[in-house]
C-alpha cells in the first residue's frame, strides 16, 4: 500500500514522467498505469546512459513481464544488450551491427528493476529477486520456455556475441570482444536516495551477499550492482533530454571573430586549446567514467582498437620511459594523429567568476569521439594502476609527489622502516612513473573551438 510519502516522492519526478509519456505516447498504451509507465523510463534513461544510441524502442529491451506470465521474467524490468555504444533491438539487427564494426566490439550489459516507491526499507527481498535473475540469466547456455520472449531474445544475442561468431547477411563472421563484458544492474525507486543509507542499514550484508553471488559468475566485470532513488534518474534524465554540464577553465581558448554571423544564428565563435586536466572535465563523470551520452550525434560512435586510434594511443606515450623522462615526441605525435574536436552545445557562458571560467550546456562532441575515448581510456589505466601501487605501499606514501617519494624512501631506510628494499624500490618507481604519466597527461593539449548558435554551440577546428 503506498503511503502519503510514497506520493510525495512520486510528485518530485512527475515532471519527468509528463515529458517521457509526451515523447513516447505512441509506444505506451492508453490509461498506461504509472507503475508501469516508471518502469519504462527507468528501462530507457538507464540504457542511454550507457550507450551512444537514444533511438531505440523501449519495447525491444523490456523482458515482457505482464500479470499472466508474473515470475518468468525474473524480476527484471529490462535487459539490454549494446554493442560499439548501440542497443541492439535483435538478432537482424545484431548481424548488422557486427558487419560495421571491423571484427572488434565492445560489449555491455544493462539490467533495470524499478519500484515506484518512495523509500528503501523495504527492498531487500526485491532486490535480492533482481540480483538472482541477473545472476540466472547471465548464466543461462541456451533459451528456456520457463523464460519470457523478452528475456530469450536476450539470453540468444548475449549467447551468440559470447561465442565469437555472428551470422550476418554475408555470411558468419568472428569477432572479438574488447576487454571485459561490462555488466551494469539497476536497482531504481522513485524515492530520494536520502534515506538510502539508514532505510538499508540492516539488509547491508544481504546485499552483499546477493552481489557476492552476482561477481562468482565470472567473465564479466560487474559494475555495481547500484541502488539509487529519483535524484540520479533526475541526472541522467537531464543529460538525455536537457544534456550534459561543464565547467572549465578557458584561458586557452580565445573568441574567433566573423563578421555577420549572428545571420546564420551563431553568437560566439571559440578556438584554441585545452590541457586535459580541462578537457577531461567534459568527457568525464564525477566518478571518472565517460559521458557516453555526448557523443549520441557523434558521425560514428568510438571504433576502439583501429590501427589509427592505436597510433593515437601509443604517441601519448611515445618519448617518456619508465624514469618519468619526457623528450616531447609523443606530444608532438598526438597532434598530427588526430584533427581536433568539434564541440556543439546549447548554452555557454564564457567569463564567469575570475574571468576564465567557461560552462557549457546541453553539449555534444560531434567530432573527437575517438580522441576523447582513447584519452580517456589511457587517463583511466595509469589511475587505475596509479591506485594499485597505492594500495601496496604504506599510507604515508599516497600523498606524496614523484620528486618526494626517493627522500621518504630514504628516511625510512634509515630508521629501519622498509622490510623489503628491493621490492619496495620496485613499487616506488611504478609509482613515480605512473605520477608522472598522469601528470604530463593533463597537461597535454587538445585542440579545441566553438560556435555559439540559438539552440547550440558548434566547435570546430
Do not use: W
Not at 39 to 45: F, M
Not at 128 to 152: E, H
Not at 205 to 223: F, S, V, W
Amino acid at each position: 500500500m503506498s503511503t502519503e510519502k510514497d506520493k510525495t516522492n512520486t510528485l518530485i519526478i512527475n515532471d519527468i514522467m509528463n515529458s517521457f509519456r509526451n515523447k513516447f505516447h505512441a509506444d505506451l498504451a492508453e490509461g498506461e498505469s504509472e507503475n508501469s509507465v516508471f518502469e519504462k523510463l527507468v528501462a530507457y534513461l538507464i540504457t542511454c546512459k550507457h550507450a551512444y544510441d537514444y533511438d531505440f524502442n523501449f519495447q525491444n529491451i523490456s523482458t515482457g513481464q505482464s500479470r499472466s506470465n508474473s515470475g518468468h521474467e525474473m524480476s527484471i524490468d529490462s535487459a539490454a544488450v549494446i554493442v560499439n555504444g548501440m542497443v541492439i533491438s535483435d538478432m537482424d539487427d545484431l548481424g548488422n551491427v557486427v558487419v560495421n564494426s571491423g571484427g572488434r566490439i565492445n560489449l555491455s550489459y544493462v539490467f533495470t528493476q524499478a519500484k515506484n516507491k518512495g523509500h528503501f526499507s523495504d527492498i531487500t527481498a526485491e532486490y535480492g529477486k533482481f540480483i538472482t535473475g541477473v545472476n540466472s540469466v547471465l548464466r543461462a547456455k541456451s533459451t528456456d520456455s520457463f523464460y519470457t520472449n523478452g528475456l530469450n531474445k536476450f539470453i540468444e544475442m548475449k549467447n551468440t556475441l559470447e561465442s565469437g561468431s555472428v551470422h550476418t547477411e554475408k555470411g558468419q563472421k568472428s569477432i572479438t570482444v574488447d576487454g571485459e563484458v561490462k555488466v551494469y544492474p539497476y536497482f531504481v525507486i522513485s524515492g530520494s536516495e536520502k534515506s538510502k543509507e539508514c532505510n538499508l542499514r540492516g539488509a547491508i550484508k544481504h546485499i552483499a551477499n546477493n552481489n557476492a553471488n552476482l561477481a562468482d559468475i565470472g567473465n564479466y566485470k560487474i559494475n555495481g550492482p547500484l541502488i539509487v532513488g529519483h535524484e540520479t534518474l533526475r541526472k541522467i534524465y537531464d543529460d538525455v533530454f536537457i544534456g550534459a554540464d561543464a565547467k572549465f577553465n578557458m584561458r586557452n581558448l580565445f573568441p574567433f571573430e566573423r563578421d555577420n554571423i549572428q545571420r546564420h544564428g551563431i553568437y560566439a565563435i571559440y578556438t584554441g586549446y585545452l590541457p586535459f586536466k580541462e578537457y577531461k572535465k567534459i568527457i568525464q563523470e564525477d566518478d571518472g567514467s565517460i559521458k557516453a551520452n555526448i557523443f549520441s550525434e557523434n558521425v560514428r560512435g568510438y571504433l576502439d582498437k583501429t590501427h589509427i586510434n592505436k597510433s593515437i594511443k601509443e604517441s601519448l606515450s611515445l618519448g617518456a620511459d619508465d624514469s618519468g623522462s619526457d623528450d616531447g615526441i609523443g606530444r608532438d605525435l598526438f597532434f598530427a594523429m588526430n584533427n581536433g574536436v568539434t564541440i556543439i552545445t546549447k548554452h555557454l557562458q564564457a567569463g564567469l567568476g575570475t574571468g576564465s571560467l567557461m560552462q557549457i550546456k546541453g553539449y555534444q562532441i560531434v567530432n573527437g569521439c575517438q580522441t576523447s575515448n582513447i584519452l580517456h581510456e589511457y587517463y583511466s589505466e595509469y589511475s587505475d594502476r596509479l591506485k594499485d601501487i597505492q594500495s601496496q605501499l604504506p599510507e604515508n606514501y599516497s600523498n606524496l609527489g614523484p620528486e618526494l617519494i626517493n627522500k621518504q624512501f630514504s628516511d625510512d631506510m634509515v630508521n629501519g622502516l622498509v622490510d623489503n628494499p628491493q621490492e619496495m624500490k620496485k613499487r616506488l618507481i611504478m609509482l613515480s612513473h605512473a605520477m608522472r604519466v598522469l601528470r604530463r597527461l593533463n597537461h597535454q593539449f587538445v585542440s579545441q573551438s566553438g560556435l555559439s548558435i540559438p539552440r547550440k554551440i558548434v566547435s570546430s577546428t
